[in-house]
């Protein structure tokens, strides 16, 4: 009951990043669902509905991490000490923002059912009743098992993620080199992304000429690009941190050394946002550089809308939680005599820097992704 208490008192703009995870959520599971409509339809061909299925992961994920974001950032957590002092403790406020979560993620759930059904034809006397219900296996019956266990599927892994992201970690139990701010995840990143590339391009020997994004696709290409793309997320970080030495390096002046200094102390909170980011981009433009205007259709423009969307939006609220830490240093360095001019200039080296470090690579990564399948 405290949980729905905070969640109808919030602030607007908590209000608002609720509604953008629960929005985000319904996309997710209308994909979900779009898949098992495909599979309905097409019961002898498994493989590309499994493709289908394994497609949703990437906008899953992109929900979960939006999700973590803005429980991170949700009211209780801001309000520690007052619900500390009501007996709370740290787990009591992993517990609220897990259910503050599932609240969220089961409003969008029930929405993309909602729509869904409305789509198929099945809820009539509204407009555009039945309007997709060819591309929705209307002429099927849905399986009630498996559409609750797809709709309930980002619910679960959202607030489990949550659960995990907010449990009190003693500072002893943390890693030694991420108490150092050693970026370790460089070498995994570089490590996936060359086994996705390898794992591609055995797999693409076996694919016809031609073929789509979906039907004859190898499920192996399809698991080297899931590769390729954790990779780059876990090259945020990395980068991030990259960014801010660079910055501090070699007698630094002040709007550098503020700058660098930012993105060390963020490297490990605004890092995977700006790695997910990177995917997105990197699964754009390999996707436009593969299939172009071929690839537009309804569920690919829902699909990419939910992950584009996502990322912004992950970015937008970390990067917000982080300059309300940063207010009291902000107002420190104004009282200091330090001009509006110069706070702006560090905040765009802060974006510039990170951008040109990973746009060289996105674009690399790219052009290797595409070799085995156009070459």
Same mark, same amino acid.
């Given at each position: ?86 007996? $709370? ?58 559409? $609750? ?6 619910? !679960?892994?959202?607030?489990?993620? !949550? ?7 003693? %500072? ?22 060359? !086994? ?49 030495? $660079? ?47 071929? $690839? ?75 070799? %085995?399948?156009?070459?």
């Amino acid at each position: 009951m405290l949980a729905l208490r905070l969640i109808r008192g919030a602030r607007p703009t908590a209000q608002l990043r609720r509604l953008l995870v629960a929005l985000a959520a319904g996309g997710v599971g209308f994909l979900l669902l779009g898949a098992l409509g495909y599979a309905l339809d097409h019961p002898g061909d498994p493989g590309p509905a499994l493709v289908r299925l394994l497609w949703c992961l990437i906008p899953l994920a992109a929900v979960v991490q939006l999700a973590v974001a803005v429980a991170r950032r949700d009211p209780g957590a801001e309000q520690r000490t007052g619900l500390d002092a009501a007996g $709370l403790g740290p787990t009591g406020l992993a517990r609220l923002a897990a259910v503050s979560t599932a609240v969220s993620m089961l409003l969008g759930s029930a929405l993309a059912l909602l729509v869904f059904l409305h789509l198929r034809g099945d809820v009539a006397g509204l407009p555009f009743d039945g309007s997709a219900g060819d591309g929705l296996a209307a002429r099927r019956g849905l399986p009630v098992p498996a559409t $609750l266990t797809l709709l309930l599927l980002p619910p !679960t892994a959202a607030v489990v993620a !949550t659960a995990r992201a907010l449990r009190p970690t003693p %500072p002893a139990a943390r890693p030694e080199a991420e108490r150092r701010g050693i970026p370790v995840t460089l070498p995994w990143a570089a490590a996936l992304v060359a !086994t996705g590339l390898t794992v591609e391009g055995y797999a693409a020997r076996d694919l016809p000429g031609g073929a789509g994004p979906a039907e004859g696709m190898a499920t192996g290409v399809l698991a080297g690009w899931l590769l390729i793309a954790a990779g780059l997320v876990l090259a945020g970080p990395a980068a991030t941190e990259l960014a801010g030495r $660079l910055l501090t390096a070699w007698r630094p002046g002040a709007v550098r050394l503020l700058a660098g200094r930012v993105l060390l102390a963020d490297a490990g909170r605004l890092g995977g946002p700006v790695g997910v980011l990177t995917a997105v981009a990197w699964s754009a433009l390999t996707a436009a550089l593969l299939y172009g205007a071929e $690839l537009l259709g309804p569920f690919t423009v829902l699909g990419a809308a939910v992950v584009v969307g996502c990322a912004v939006g992950t970015v937008w609220v970390t990067a917000g939680r982080g300059r309300e830490e940063r207010a009291t240093t902000s107002d420190g360095l104004r009282d200091l005599g330090a001009s509006v001019g110069l706070l702006r200039r560090a905040a765009a080296l802060r974006v510039a820097v990170p951008a040109l470090l990973l746009l060289p690579v996105v674009l690399a990564v790219a052009q290797l992704a595409t070799l %085995p399948l156009t070459g």
